[in-house]
């Protein structure tokens, strides 16, 4: 039965574009600048991050050939913002909707998920109950018994973390949190950043310069 599930792994390494934040907020001239547009910053860094980790989960979730256009389309859109460039709003809006269109045009796509849910849900109880089997096993056995144990209960507590992640995913997909998130970030990358953007100008200017 456990072969018949699906299995997701997180992200173990942040996007260009995030690091790009990550720096910008600790540069001096930015820590000692306006509050309210640090504050903006803080903002966008959180939606960047929910974007980054709504694409990678979609791509384990749809066949959609839209995410990664998608993706790079809010890339570029984040350089552009931060280097005080023109973005094409209507192009990342486009593909927005398109991704969502092709998400709603899946059928079974929520069943999928649900049922996978079931299957992981039971591949997390067989592993904690492995969990608990192998540690006693560790303290009772002999030396080389132990050692199995322990590599055993390594295992079981890898396959525990990774169905349990799992479980979260598809619980998300099954009410469209993964692009919920995505929008609500292109629309604060479009509507709200970019009117800091317009009063901020040439700092702004300046930081893209220091950090692409």
Same mark, same amino acid.
């Given at each position: 039965m456990f072969f018949f599930t699906r299995l997701q792994t *997180?992200? !173990?390494s942040s996007t260009d574009y995030e690091k790009l934040i990550e720096r910008m907020l600790v540069d001096a001239a930015? &820590?000692? @600048?306006? /509050?309210?547009?640090?504050n903006a910053l803080l903002k966008l860094k959180g939606h960047v991050a929910k974007m980054a980790a709504s694409l990678h989960q979609l791509k384990g979730l749809s066949s959609s050939a839209t995410i990664e *256009? #998608?993706?790079k389309c809010i890339q570029q859109a984040i350089f552009n913002t931060i280097d005080n460039k023109k973005t094409d709003h209507n192009e990342i809006k486009n593909r927005l909707a398109h991704l969502k269109e092709d $998400?709603? /045009?899946?059928? @079974?796509?929520k069943i999928i998920? @649900? $049922?996978?849910? !079931? =299957?992981n849900g #039971? &591949? =997390?109880t067989v592993s904690a109950v492995g969990i608990i089997i192998f540690g006693a096993a560790m303290t009772t056995g002999p030396v080389g018994m132990a050692l199995l144990a322990l590599t055993m209960a390594i295992v079981s507590a890898l396959v525990l973390m990774i169905a349990a992640y799992s479980l979260y995913v598809d619980g998300r997909? $099954?009410?469209?949190k993964q692009i919920k998130e995505i929008e609500s970030g292109i629309d604060f990358l479009i509507e709200e950043y970019t009117e800091l953007q317009a009063g901020n100008a040439e700092e702004l200017d300046n930081m893209g310069r220091v950090y692409n």
């Open positions: *997180p992200r !173990f930015i &820590l000692e @600048g306006s /509050s309210h547009k640090y *256009p #998608l993706e $998400l709603n /045009s899946e059928e @079974g796509r998920s @649900g $049922l996978f849910m !079931f =299957t #039971l &591949l =997390t997909n $099954l009410f469209d």
